[in-house]
């Protein structure tokens, strides 16, 4: 069964391949870490899925990517191009509908973005139900190397 949800992923680049594939190159999991603040990236990208079950389409869809309080991006979606999306549903069964999702995908890209110091990046969602939070990913400083030599005191 399929539950309402969002899907991140960051990443360096998406590219789009033939058929309709998309790779992602250099995927980020949980943690970016740069040598220090601040830094500059020439290239950060978003994957961002909304999926639904098709017998509940979605009725609105606010989505902001957000460093830490401040939104860098924001996306609406109106009425009318939801229920373009939810078409799709139509001329399905009772059971295609319990085992597809309707989806709303969205590749953003921040291009250069900065960062003046450590913070999260999120997604969040607003829908006609709540809000939907997608996986954030922490932006800090690599441990030094003498940070990361072992204490040998000890021996």
Same mark, same amino acid.
């Not at 098709?54 to 924001?74: C, F, G, Y």
């Not at 441990?143 to 005191?153: F, K, L, T, W």
């Given at each position: 069964?399929?539950?309402?949800?969002?899907?991140?992923?960051?990443?360096?680049?998406?590219?789009?391949?033939?058929?309709?594939?998309?790779?992602?190159?250099? +995927?980020?999991?949980?943690?970016?870490? $740069?040598?220090?603040?601040? $830094?500059?990236?020439? /290239?950060?990208?978003?994957? $961002? /899925?909304? +999926?639904?079950?098709?017998?509940?389409?979605?009725?609105?869809?606010?989505?902001?990517?957000? /460093?830490?309080?401040?939104?860098?991006?924001?996306?609406?979606?109106?009425?009318?191009?939801?229920?373009?999306?939810?078409?799709?549903?139509?001329?399905?069964?009772?059971?295609?509908?319990?085992?597809?999702?309707?989806?709303?995908?969205?590749?953003?890209?921040?291009?250069?973005?900065?960062?003046?110091?450590?913070?999260?990046?999120? +997604?969040?969602?607003?829908?006609?139900?709540?809000?939907?939070?997608?996986?954030?990913?922490?932006?800090?400083?690599?441990?030094?190397?003498?940070?990361? $030599?072992?204490?040998?005191?000890?021996?």
């Amino acid at each position: 069964m399929i539950t309402r949800h969002v899907e991140t992923l960051f990443c360096d680049d998406i590219r789009h391949e033939l058929a309709g594939k998309l790779s992602f190159i250099g +995927v980020y999991s949980g943690g970016l870490f $740069v040598p220090a603040f601040p $830094v500059t990236l020439p /290239k950060l990208c978003l994957s $961002v /899925k909304i +999926v639904t079950p098709a017998d509940e389409p979605l009725q609105a869809l606010n989505l902001r990517v957000l /460093k830490d309080e401040e939104t860098l991006q924001e996306i609406a979606l109106d009425e009318e191009q939801l229920a373009a999306a939810s078409d799709s549903a139509e001329g399905m069964t009772e059971e295609q509908r319990k085992e597809r999702g309707l989806m709303a995908q969205f590749m953003l890209v921040f291009s250069p973005i900065q960062f003046d110091g450590p913070c999260t990046l999120r +997604v969040r969602v607003q829908t006609g139900d709540g809000e939907l939070r997608g996986v954030a990913l922490k932006v800090d400083q690599a441990p030094s190397e003498a940070d990361m $030599v072992p204490d040998q005191s000890g021996l």
